[in-house]
């Protein structure tokens, strides 16, 4: 295999890579051959972005930190784009206030499994944490939560009951048409992913295209599961990991597991 050769990087100037599930298996450690791969496109003159769901403070903050990233870094489900340096945003999308404390409300109202999202914080009910963040996080008490700074709100399906997610299916498409929703398949129904509307992984690629002003055929996408179609569809080059959904393979120029991807750097 020789797609990433340096004859064919010279064609490309960044690459934007999925996390878990792509840089990371379900340890969430960066393993070192992604590393090696990782510094192979940097050692190319290519600009490397993880684009995730997670926000920045926490694993995507020290996966960042290990493999030396300075570029510009999209994350919450693409409504912030973030430099590592400074740990501010470049571009941010949020709720509009009225929506977001009506939407919370609700969501308090159902008892459903959820936390909050602001460029600096998680908020969760009575400072709950919530595992799935991963290590990192500071938990904050969502009664102090600024209902202006919210940019993401996530639904977890565990400890629900199949009920109370079907109440929240119907809540969530209520409002279909005022902010943008990801949801996955669970034994007890979806969870959900929720950002402004006009924000996903696709419009924040291309935000990020206009910032290091570089033209859209200039671009690598690389993810493994259904919330990285838009990714791969804002890219030129589109890589999908083998067992991805029939979705992604239909559009992808290259099929190829995590370990033939980084095996590609040596």
Same mark, same amino acid.
């Given at each position: 295999?020789?797609?990433?050769?340096?004859?064919?990087?010279?064609?490309?100037?960044?690459?934007?890579?999925?996390f878990?599930? =792509?840089?990371v298996d379900?340890?969430l450690?960066l393993?070192?051959?992604?590393?090696?791969?990782?510094k192979?496109?940097l050692?190319?003159?290519?600009?490397?972005? @993880?684009?995730?769901?997670?926000?920045?403070?926490?694993?995507?903050?020290? #996966?960042?930190?290990?493999?030396?990233l300075?570029? *510009? +870094?999209?994350?919450?489900?693409?409504?912030?784009?973030?430099?590592?340096?400074?740990?501010?945003?470049?571009?941010i999308?949020?709720?509009?206030?009225k929506?977001?404390?009506?939407? @919370?409300?609700?969501?308090?109202?159902?008892?459903?499994?959820?936390?909050?999202?602001?460029? +600096?914080?998680? *908020? =969760?009910e009575?400072? +709950?944490?919530k595992?799935?963040?991963?290590?990192?996080? @500071?938990f904050k008490? !969502?009664d102090?939560?600024?209902?202006e700074?919210?940019?993401?709100?996530?639904?977890?399906?565990?400890?629900?009951?199949?009920?109370?997610?079907?109440?929240?299916h119907?809540?969530?498409?209520?409002y279909?048409?005022k902010?943008?929703?990801?949801?996955?398949?669970?034994?007890?129904?979806p969870?959900?992913?929720?950002?402004?509307?006009?924000?996903?992984?696709h419009? #924040?690629?291309?935000?990020?295209?206009?910032?290091?002003?570089?033209n859209?055929?200039? =671009?690598i996408? !690389?993810?493994?599961?259904?919330?990285?179609?838009?990714?791969?569809?804002?890219c030129? *080059?589109?890589?999908?990991?083998?067992?991805?959904p029939?979705?992604?393979?239909? !559009?992808?120029?290259?099929?190829?597991?995590?370990?033939?991807?980084?095996?590609?750097?040596?």
């Amino acid at each position: 295999m020789s797609s990433f050769s340096p004859n064919f990087l010279k064609e490309y100037k960044l690459v934007v890579s999925d996390f878990d599930g =792509t840089l990371v298996d379900k340890s969430l450690e960066l393993s070192s051959e992604s590393e090696k791969f990782v510094k192979y496109i940097l050692e190319n003159n290519l600009h490397f972005s @993880i684009a995730s769901g997670r926000p920045f403070f926490g694993i995507i903050e020290k #996966a960042c930190y290990r493999l030396g990233l300075n570029d *510009y +870094q999209i994350v919450a489900g693409g409504s912030i784009i973030i430099s590592p340096k400074s740990k501010k945003p470049v571009w941010i999308k949020h709720f509009e206030p009225k929506l977001a404390k009506e939407l @919370i409300s609700k969501l308090l109202d159902l008892k459903a499994n959820f936390a909050v999202e602001t460029s +600096q914080s998680v *908020y =969760t009910e009575n400072s +709950q944490e919530k595992p799935q963040y991963g290590a990192g996080i @500071i938990f904050k008490n !969502i009664d102090d939560l600024n209902y202006e700074e919210v940019n993401k709100i996530v639904i977890f399906p565990l400890d629900i009951s199949k009920d109370i997610m079907n109440k929240i299916h119907v809540l969530v498409e209520s409002y279909k048409d005022k902010f943008h929703s990801v949801n996955a398949n669970s034994p007890v129904g979806p969870a959900y992913d929720l950002t402004p509307a006009s924000t996903s992984k696709h419009f #924040a690629v291309l935000e990020l295209i206009k910032i290091l002003n570089i033209n859209r055929q200039e =671009t690598i996408g !690389i993810g493994d599961s259904y919330n990285d179609y838009p990714l791969l569809t804002a890219c030129r *080059y589109k890589v999908v990991i083998k067992g991805a959904p029939k979705e992604l393979v239909e !559009i992808a120029d290259l099929v190829i597991s995590r370990e033939e991807l980084f095996n590609l750097a040596q």
